[in-house]
Structures are given as structure tokens and as C-alpha cells.
């Protein structure tokens, strides 16, 4: 039997631990720990250990029972590299994600460290082999409808997707490298709840130097990075030259349009456009269509190499294939500012990696003023009118801002919401401070999904060799 989610971004969860530990703020409202000490002590119930450590192998082969194709979510209620989590434990889960490709698997965690010494070690490889061969459930027939022995497709598991927990910019510096460093099919974030602006630049770079409306119109207006060999610019020139009616601004789009790896990427891709051609290493010039350049790092024969690019050099040239957003719900729940989710989405778009904003959780943007008459004119109506106008635009309004500003301990900045004296419709109410946006304690439902005018519910495909 499948376990049902509202979670948005995949659709069955399979609880094979529960329990965990805090380790970073990120933690400190947790929905899990929440829910599941509400049991704790309940004889005979599922969470009467509570939100302890507890393993449930006898959920380990209900995946194959699964024949429709699905997205889960492995462990919403725990983390599966928990350190008192038995090693030969992961690799049964390991195992029976191999023997059930036709399902993706989400895997987030936090502890970034313990996954890329595990995943990235040989004997760990070779343990989920003795789990396949050994593990009863997976001999039983009507489980297992394949011959055997069971063939294990390859690793890293091209089904199995791998993420880490960001929910500030401490976290990502921590985080994102050893997820970077580990072999996955797919490696994605989840920044929630966010609790700060995040930068992720170095992990994602943008595929262009700047967005194709912010370009100059003329290659005379144009400045190439230093890097950049003058052949290699003439090229480019020529063939975006204004006697067809092209510029840098189209050249910017085909970047885009063609999905090239990020400018000035350093990267290993083919020498020529032959079958299987050497490799060389360089950074990245696009050209036109898939074709480009690579500024070569040390030759001293020539400057450049000419190459192509496809689907995989697009995934090899960045760390991160993904991107989840969303701000806190529940009791207690810290506000998300706008801009930080709007941020992630901008950086998302320049390096044409999926964005999904699951959402804004407790607290959601709202307009700052709701006016009920024209300042000039004054209200015309009946103080009956005014009070229903007055009550219909505090509704609506904003009663809170967030301010932007934070405490910061022990390197941790904790940042809080500030109070407007003022009414949404108070003619006395006229601009919010630089850098602050109104927002309103909605409630999750209310506050929705939309940013900017509608949802982000882009996913990513597994490219990554």
C-alpha cells in the first residue's frame, strides 16, 4: 500500500525509518517531530517511540509491489544517512530502488557528509550487490516477476535522486559541495523553509554574461572578457553580425534557446565533432546552435578547441539539476521574504535549472496599502460604509513587514517581522522602508502557491552519466 502525500513536488512517500535529530535551524519547527510526538507513550501505536530513531524493515519491498511508475519520497519522516542508521540497512533501500526503476526516488538530507562518504565509496556499491543476492524478500517470486539473478542497472542509480536541505546560506556553503562531490542522477535543494537569501551562483552558474534585454544592441558596444581569444570573438562577431539583423542580443537568446552550457564554464567536452573524440578541458564560448569553443587551460600549440554540446555536457557544466523553494507553515513559523523566493527563481531561470515553489507557508506577500478613498477627496460615503470599507481593506492590506534586518549569534542570523503602526487603508501609511516587503499571516492555504502572477512547478529529467 502506497503512502499518500499532499507534498507537492512527489507523489507517494515511503517511510522505511522514522525518526531524527535536529541539526540545524532548519529543524526547529519540524512538522515530523510534531506530528509524531503527539504519540509518544500510546501503546500499540505506530509513533509510540515518538520521534525516536526507529528502523521498519517490513516496509522494505512494498516499492515492489508498485507497478505503476510513481515519484517518492524517501523517508519524510526521517533522514536516511541519520548516523544510527546501520550501513547495511541504507543499502537494502538502495537495493530495492534497484530492482524498481520504473519509480524515481527522492532522497533529501541533511547530513551532507555522511551521504557523500557513503555513496561515494566502492564497498558501499558492493554491499547493495550482497543485499540484492541475500535480502529474502527479494527472492520471493511474487515480488520479484525477473529472472535471476537480478541485474543492478548501473551506478550511481540512474532512478534515485539526491538532495540536501538549504535553508540559509550557511547551510548552502555546508551543504551543497558534498552533494556536488557525490555521484547521483539528479542533485536537487530544497530550500525550506527558507530563512535567508541564498546565493547560488557557484553551484549554478548563469548560461549567458547577462540577460539578452540587458545587452547592448552592437558588437561595437560590446566588451569581451580578457579570456576570450580574438579569433574566437571574430567568429562569433561574423556570424551575429548586424548585416543579417543580428547582435549580441540574438546571440545571448540562441544561448538560451539552444540550452548551452554556462559562459566562461571551465569544462571537459570533445576536441572536434568526430566520433568519440578526445577530451580537452577549457571554458566555454557558445557560437551558434550546439556548436562552440573551449579556450583551451595550458596549450601551447593553440588557443582554443573547436566543440559541440549536448544534453549531458549541459548537466556536467553545473552542480544542481533542481531547485524547491518554500516558506514555513505551522505554528511558530518564520516569514520567508518575497525577494528570497523571487531571487532563487531569477537565478533558476539564468541557468535554466527547474524551479518549483511548493510555498509560502504560514505567511505569504500582501499589499502594503489598500486605500478606501481618494486622498485628495476624502471618503463621500456613510460612516456605516466607511467602517464595512475600512474592514474590507484590512483583509486585504498587509498588518506586518518584513524588515530585512537580523540578530546574528554564534554566526547564525535569525531575522524577524516588524509591526506597522499604521492601517492598510490609513491615509498616514505611504511607503515601505528599501529593502522590506508587506507580507500577512495568511495561513498556508490562503497564502498559496504564486509568485509573481502564477506557480513554478518545474521538474527536472535525469541526464547526468
Not at 520471493?140 to 539526491?162: A, C, E, T, Y
Not at 540587458?214 to 548586424?242: G, I, L, M, S, Y
Not at 501609511?429 to 509573481?452: H, N, Q
Amino acid at each position: 500500500m502506497a503512502e499518500s502525500t499532499k507534498i507537492e513536488w512527489t507523489d507517494t512517500t515511503w517511510n522505511v525509518v522514522t525518526g531524527c535529530t535536529e541539526v540545524s535551524p532548519g529543524c526547529d519547527n519540524c512538522y515530523a517531530k510534531t506530528f509524531a510526538e503527539r504519540w509518544r507513550g500510546t501503546a500499540g501505536h505506530h509513533f509510540e517511540n515518538g520521534f525516536d530513531i526507529t528502523l521498519r524493515p517490513e516496509r522494505l519491498a512494498l516499492p515492489l509491489k508498485w507497478r505503476k511508475p510513481r515519484r517518492v519520497f524517501v523517508n519524510s519522516m526521517s533522514d536516511l544517512f541519520h548516523k544510527d542508521i546501520p550501513d547495511e540497512f541504507i543499502a537494502r533501500v538502495f537495493a530495492t530502488m534497484s530492482l524498481t526503476p520504473q519509480h524515481t526516488y527522492q532522497i533529501l538530507t541533511k547530513r551532507h557528509g555522511r551521504m557523500r562518504a557513503l555513496l561515494g565509496n566502492p564497498e558501499f556499491e558492493k554491499q547493495v550487490d550482497y543485499e540484492l543476492l541475500h535480502f529474502p524478500p527479494f527472492a520471493d517470486p511474487k515480488l520479484i516477476r525477473r529472472s535471476w539473478p537480478l541485474p543492478k542497472p548501473g551506478w550511481p542509480l540512474p532512478n534515485v535522486w539526491l538532495g540536501v536541505s538549504v535553508e540559509d546560506q550557511k547551510r548552502a556553503d555546508l551543504r551543497i559541495p558534498a552533494l556536488v562531490d557525490t555521484p547521483a542522477a539528479v542533485r536537487f535543494l530544497s530550500c525550506e523553509p527558507l530563512l535567508g537569501p541564498v546565493d547560488l551562483t557557484e553551484w549554478m552558474p548563469s548560461i549567458s554574461p547577462m540577460p539578452a534585454e540587458q545587452a547592448p544592441a552592437t558588437w561595437a558596444e560590446w566588451t569581451w572578457p580578457d579570456w576570450v581569444p580574438a579569433k574566437v570573438r571574430t567568429q562569433v562577431e561574423e556570424f551575429w553580425t548586424e548585416y543579417w539583423g543580428r547582435s549580441p542580443r540574438h546571440w545571448i537568446s540562441d544561448m538560451h534557446q539552444q540550452g548551452a552550457p554556462p559562459f566562461g564554464a571551465r569544462l571537459t567536452m570533445g576536441d572536434g565533432f568526430g566520433h568519440k573524440p578526445d577530451q580537452v578541458v577549457g571554458r566555454y564560448v557558445h557560437c551558434w546552435n550546439n556548436i562552440g569553443r573551449l579556450v583551451l587551460d595550458d596549450d601551447p600549440d593553440r588557443e582554443f578547441a573547436y566543440t559541440s554540446f549536448g544534453t549531458r555536457d549541459r548537466a556536467r557544466a553545473r552542480g544542481i539539476d533542481w531547485v524547491i523553494a518554500g516558506g514555513e507553515s505551522g505554528h511558530g513559523a518564520r516569514a520567508m521574504h518575497p525577494d528570497w523566493a523571487r531571487s532563487l527563481r531569477d537565478q533558476t531561470t539564468a541557468a535554466a535549472v527547474p524551479f518549483f515553489l511548493k510555498q509560502w507557508g504560514e505567511w505569504g506577500p500582501a499589499p502594503f496599502i489598500v486605500r478606501v478613498c481618494d486622498p485628495d477627496v476624502g471618503w463621500q460615503g456613510t460612516e456605516e460604509e466607511l467602517a464595512t470599507a475600512k474592514a474590507d481593506s484590512e483583509a486585504r492590506g498587509a498588518t506586518h513587514v518584513h524588515t530585512g534586518n537580523w540578530l546574528e549569534k554564534d554566526g547564525e542570523r535569525t531575522y524577524w517581522l516588524h509591526e506597522i503602526g499604521h492601517k492598510p487603508w490609513s491615509l498616514e501609511r505611504c511607503a515601505l522602508p528599501e529593502g522590506t516587503a508587506a507580507i500577512r499571516r495568511w495561513g498556508k492555504k490562503r497564502a498559496g502557491r504564486e509568485l509573481d502572477g502564477r506557480t513554478w512547478d518545474e521538474t527536472p529529467k535525469a541526464v547526468r552519466s
